[in-house]
């Protein structure tokens, strides 16, 4: 008698998670559930751009919908499908259904972030297919002005902090690409940035290994 009340009390509830993400890159949100048998998940993907144009933002929403109570774990991790490569960026969210179908849910904040580490190539690869970035060159000031990649901001390596970080780099989630000169400096501020709270970090290495034109 109570598992058949139990039953019929249940009633699917639905939760919506939105991410920004740029689709016409090639790089997609796609979802992971460590249990198929507590919710299901439904996706959507809207352009924000007009038609035809180039780099514009893509918005993701995942429907997580109740089938039965219980916890499951639901990964989404930002990514190319076809690259076997760590995901640009990962979110874990903790989802518990209770009898009722109820469903509640809160984002694993116990992820230490890192940075991604890629070549120059792929790093310029990168920020060919996307407009929304800043490029950091972390070499000092001297080094700066005999020639730097054009478009990149100065922000060196020695004299970086946090409020310093956050004045020049007020988004979080922004997407970063760091340089320097071979590539020691970059991973030491691209760690401080993750330090700080930032989450879409791509150090590129040195300018050494650059092959393209330089800006005085």
């Given at each position: 008698?109570?598992?058949c009340?139990s039953?019929?009390s249940?009633?699917s509830?639905?939760?919506?998670?939105?991410?920004?993400g740029?689709s016409?890159?090639?790089?997609?949100w796609e979802?992971?559930?460590?249990?198929e048998?507590?919710?299901?998940?439904s996706k959507?993907v809207?352009?924000?751009g007009?038609?035809?144009?180039?780099?514009?933002?893509?918005?993701?929403y995942?429907?997580?919908?109740s089938?039965?109570?219980?916890s499951?774990?639901l990964?989404?991790?930002y990514?190319r499908?076809?690259?076997?490569k760590?995901?640009l960026?990962?979110?874990?969210?903790n989802i518990?259904?209770?009898e009722?179908?109820?469903i509640t849910?809160?984002e694993?904040?116990?992820i230490?972030?890192?940075?991604?580490?890629v070549?120059?190539d792929?790093g310029?690869k990168?920020m060919?297919?996307?407009?929304?970035?800043?490029?950091?060159?972390?070499r000092?000031?001297d080094?700066?002005a005999?020639?730097?990649?054009?478009?990149a901001v100065l922000?060196?390596?020695?004299l970086m902090?946090?409020e310093?970080a956050?004045k020049?780099l007020?988004?979080?989630?922004?997407r970063?690409f760091v340089y320097?000169?071979s590539?020691?400096?970059s991973?030491?501020?691209?760690?401080?940035?993750?330090?700080?709270?930032?989450?879409n970090?791509?150090?590129?290495?040195g300018?050494?290994d650059?092959k393209g034109?330089?800006?005085r």
């Open positions: 008698m109570s598992s009340t039953q019929k249940f009633k509830d639905s939760v919506t998670i939105e991410l920004k740029n016409s890159t090639g790089y997609t979802a992971v559930l460590a249990s048998n507590i919710v299901e998940i959507d809207k352009y924000l007009d038609e035809g144009m180039v780099g514009a933002p893509s918005m993701f995942f429907t997580v919908r089938l039965s109570s219980g499951t774990i990964t989404l991790e990514k499908p076809w690259e076997e760590e995901p960026e990962k979110k874990i969210y518990n259904v209770d009722r179908g109820k849910m809160e694993n904040q116990n230490k972030l890192t940075y991604k580490s070549s120059m792929e310029l990168m060919a297919e996307s407009s929304d970035y800043i490029l950091l060159d972390v000092r000031p080094e700066f005999s020639g730097h990649i054009p478009g922000f060196t390596n020695e902090t946090k310093d956050e020049l007020p988004n979080k989630n922004q970063i320097c000169r590539g020691r400096r991973k030491e501020a691209s760690q401080k940035l993750v330090d700080y709270g930032y989450s970090v791509i150090e590129i290495g300018i050494l650059y034109d330089i800006e």
